[in-house]
């Protein structure tokens, strides 16, 4: 069973930044961060492969997000810069072993969501 724990999320105002952070358990897992709005499915976000030598993001977060990864630590970052108010959600960390990056249900461990808030 692997543990996952976010944190770094609070409230800010467009255009500010946030950096959240994701510890695992293990770290023998590629990474994602995906977000849910209210009323909203669950999105992809952000991924890196097990080396963080491979990055994946969603269009709409493509040049203003960062992930990344310190294996020594078992953590995954994500920077977010340049943030917007349709950023707004529950941001979760996700480890995969196998499957698509971009697709929540090929993630076999889930971390328990920091909430992200962007005022206008």
């Known amino acids: 069973q692997v543990q996952l724990v976010e944190s770094g999320g609070g409230l800010v105002q467009a255009g500010g930044s946030l950096r959240l952070s994701c510890v695992a358990s293990?770290?023998?897992?590629?990474m994602g961060w995906f977000r849910q709005a209210p009323g909203k499915e669950r999105e992809f976000v952000a991924a890196i492969s097990y080396g963080g030598s491979n990055t994946y993001y969603a269009d709409s977060v493509k040049g203003r997000f960062t992930i990344s990864r310190d294996n020594a630590k078992n953590t995954v970052h994500l920077q977010m810069n340049r943030l917007k108010p349709d950023d707004t959600a529950v941001y979760y960390c996700?480890?995969?072993?196998?499957?698509?990056?971009?697709?929540?249900?090929?993630?076999?461990?889930w971390g328990q969501g920091t909430q992200v808030t962007v005022s206008s």
């Open positions: 996700a480890a995969r072993y196998s499957g698509n990056y971009y697709i929540a249900r090929d993630y076999a461990y």
């Open positions: 293990g770290n023998r897992y590629s």
